[in-house]
Nanobody
Framework: VQLQASGGGLVQTGGSLGLSCAASGSIINIGNMAWYRQAPGKERELVAVISNSGGTNYRNSVKGRFTISRDNAKNTLYLHMNSLSPEDTAVYYC???????????????WGQGTLVTVSS
């Protein structure tokens, strides 16, 4: 089972970027999915979370600029980021609670991270 994140890169201030994260393996169901980020020298922080039914929550600093979404049929998580600023520069990680084949409980998994750099 793995979470494969992609879509990071270099963008100028005010620009947009989209991230995706595909879950693969013997997955029965995926609960909450989320994006976290970790800037250099800082702790990892929650950016946005989305439930299986589509309910969302965002950290205040990204509200109105970032949109989290998911495609349950494709086991894929997305993050669309607008109006990016240098303060958004970080490694972005996807995270998901997944129930695997043969299991009755959910386990938390992390993707490998993708770097987003916003130049001023």
């Amino acid at each position: 089972v793995q979470l494969q994140a992609s879509g990071g890169g270099l963008v100028q201030t005010g620009g947009s970027l989209g991230l995706s994260c595909a879950a693969s393996g013997s997955i029965i169901n995926i609960g909450n999915m989320a994006w976290y980020r970790q800037a250099p020298g800082k702790e990892r922080e929650l950016v946005a979370v989305i439930s299986n039914s589509g309910g969302t929550n965002y950290r205040n600093s990204v509200k109105g600029r970032f949109t989290i979404s998911r495609d349950n049929a494709k086991n894929t998580l997305y993050l669309h980021m607008n109006s990016l600023s240098p303060e958004d520069t970080a490694v972005y990680y996807c995270n998901a609670n997944m129930r695997l084949s043969g299991s009755t409980y959910y386990t938390n998994y992390w993707g490998q991270g993708t770097l987003v750099t916003v130049s001023s």
